[in-house]
């Protein structure tokens, strides 16, 4: 099945910095999606995003699929932020492999 | 987006008992999921769950001790059956629509003794 790898493991950072995470994948997909996992453990979906650039607030993604990458952006990083990040991807509408995530942790 | 109530949010169970979680959508949705996070660990797809017939597991997951039912398009259950301390883990119910974002229930903590 297909391989999905996402870097760094570990990210500690002091409050107001800036992050770049990284989503690898081992094939070909057109659906990619980018989670939080918070400190209590609900997930949160922060994009849909197969391909191109999407920005919400202070987070932003891009998906270079041809390269088979994306990578999520975190600006001026709150406390808030900390958690661990998934990226999942797949075909269509069928089931999605997640990543092996990126633990954040913002230090104020 | 979807509203997902899954239901027990946390249990502690005996082993060789099973227990049996529910999900249910403020919609109807084509497809749904069933996932598992063990500790510290990223998400494991279990099944796919189809609507009125069986279940498509994934590998290394079978039916008899992940019995899964969906008996209409806004509700399904996963038991765990047979529990022994390995099946300790956040068990997740997530839906898909086309085209959109994959949406999670709030977890099932398993804590098996």
């Known amino acids: 099945g297909i391989q999905v790898e996402q870097s760094p493991p570990d990210l500690i950072l002091q409050e107001g910095a800036n992050s770049t995470l990284r989503c690898n994948f081992s094939?070909?997909?057109?659906?990619l999606q980018w989670f939080h996992q918070n400190p209590w453990g609900q997930l949160i979906n922060l994009f849909y995003?197969?391909?191109g650039t999407k920005q919400n607030g202070r987070l932003s993604a891009t998906t270079v699929a041809t390269e088979r990458y994306s990578l999520l952006y975190i600006s001026s990083s709150q406390t808030t932020d900390s958690g661990v990040y998934f990226c999942?991807?797949?075909?269509?509408?069928?089931?999605?492999?997640f990543g092996t995530g990126t633990r954040l942790t913002i230090i104020p | 987006s979807a509203v997902i109530s899954q239901k027990p949010s946390r249990d502690i169970c005996q082993r060789g008992t099973s227990l049996t979680i529910q999900c249910q959508v403020d919609?109807?949705?084509?497809?749904m999921f069933w996932y598992r996070q063990q500790p510290g660990q990223s998400l494991t797809l279990i099944a796919t769950?189809?609507?009125?017939?069986?279940?498509?597991?994934e590998s290394g997951f079978v039916i008899d001790k992940f019995p899964i039912s969906r008996p209409n398009l806004t509700f399904s259950t996963l038991t765990v059956s047979n529990m022994s301390p390995e099946d300790s883990s956040i068990y997740l119910c997530?839906?898909?629509?086309?085209?959109?974002?994959?949406?999670f229930g709030s977890g099932t903590q398993l804590s098996v003794l």
């Open positions: 997530s839906v898909l629509r086309v085209g959109e974002k994959l949406f």
């Open positions: 094939d070909s997909v057109n659906n």
């Open positions: 995003i197969p391909s």
């Open positions: 999942a991807v797949g075909i269509g509408n069928e089931k999605l492999t």
């Open positions: 919609s109807q949705v084509t497809m």
């Open positions: 769950a189809n609507q009125g017939s069986e279940a498509t597991y």
